[in-house]
Each structure stands twice: as C-alpha cells, then as structure tokens.
C-alpha cells in the first residue's frame, strides 16, 4: 500500500510559478513510475507529466511541455512538479500518482493522492 500526499498548490497571477510536492508513504516508492494529472472543473482528468522510476526518462502533455518540469527524490520518496509561466487554463485540482506497470497516459495508475487546487488568476 502506497498512501500519497500532495502540497504546493495554491492561488498565482498569470506568468508566475508553483512547485508541487507529492510525498510517498513506504519504502518501496522507488518501484513505481510517478505521474502528475489534473482535473478542471467540469472537465475530465487529463495527463500532465510522468517520470520513470529511477527519474531518468519523463514524459509531459503537449499542454505543459516546455514550462513544466516533474522530478523525484528517492530518498525522499517524493516527486515534484514545477510549473512555470502558468496560464488560467492550468487552473485545476493537481493529483499525484503512482504506477507499478507502465507509466503513460492510458497506463493503469495504481494510487492517487488526494488532489491539491491550483488556481491561476488572469
């Protein structure tokens, strides 16, 4: 069992930046590929960026590629979303995940956290 627990989130102008932080629970989060998705009310969930489970290969939606960045620390057992020149179209619910096969879009997510809101004021 992997209990997951984000922070970071919160109220920015549009141009600025927030960094994200999803702390892992047990001694296994170097086993699992991590991911980032978001939700926007009224919208479905989306991708937003995933890491490999050694850090060293990520993979971004075209949406954010080029201003975000995901990063891990296993020591850690934390995985991190930078997001510069934020936009009112990032507004969203941000949830971390972790995955134990696969690690893209359509892979099957094994567990969530509990969401953090970004809001991103114009």
């Known amino acids: 069992q992997v209990q997951l627990v984000e922070s970071g989130g919160g109220l920015v102008q549009a141009g600025g930046s927030l960094r994200l932080s999803c702390a892992a629970s047990g001694r296994t989060f170097s086993r699992y590929a991590m991911g980032w998705f978001r939700q926007a009310p009224g919208k479905e969930r989306e991708f937003v960026a995933a890491?490999?489970?050694?850090?060293?290969?990520?993979y971004y939606a075209d949406s954010v590629k080029g201003r975000f960045t995901i990063s891990r620390d296993n020591a850690k057992n934390t995985v991190y979303l930078q997001m510069n020149s934020l936009k009112p179209e990032d507004t969203a619910v941000y949830y971390c995940?972790?995955?134990?096969?696969?690690?893209?879009?359509?892979?099957?997510?094994?567990?969530w956290g509990q969401g953090t809101q970004v809001t991103v004021s114009s």
């Open positions: 890491i490999s489970r050694s850090g060293g290969s990520t």
């Open positions: 995940a972790a995955g134990s096969t696969g690690w893209g879009p359509q892979s099957p997510w094994d567990y």
